[in-house]
Structure formats: C-alpha cells, structure tokens
C-alpha cells in the first residue's frame, strides 16, 4: 500500500499511543475501537465514525526530536 512518514502531531490518538516506545524493525497490527479513533457519531464531515481501524505497521526509522 506503501509508506508515510509518522511526524506525531495530526493523528488519531488511538495511532499515536501504539507508536510509543515502538523500535526500529518492530512489526505490529494496530486495532483502534472507535473511542480511539474517530469516534462514534456518523456525518458526512465525519464517515469513519464508529468504525474499527486496523493498521499494519513496521517501524523503518526513528528521528530523534
């Protein structure tokens, strides 16, 4: 699906909290309930609300701040 670059401060707070402490050539598959994610309530500004995001991720390089 490819890659992008994880800079920390415009994502989910489900997505950040499963990065934390992560190291390079970690593997994982992040599960985010909708309390994480987008939450629950539905609108055409919002369609993701309500659903379970999965995300599967390897950790490739780490940047210190």
């Known amino acids: 699906f490819g890659s992008q670059p994880y800079t920390?401060?415009?994502f989910i707070t489900g997505f950040t909290d499963a990065l934390v402490g992560q190291?390079?050539?970690t593997k994982l598959i992040v599960t985010i309930?909708?309390?994480l994610g987008y939450g629950a309530t539905k609108s055409?500004?919002?369609p993701l609300a309500g659903q379970t995001l999965v995300f599967v991720i390897q950790i490739v390089a780490t940047k210190a701040s």
Do not use: E
């Open 8 to 10: 920390g401060n415009s």
């Open 44 to 46: 055409a500004s919002n």
């Open 23 to 25: 190291k390079v050539g």
């Open 33 to 35: 309930p909708p309390a």
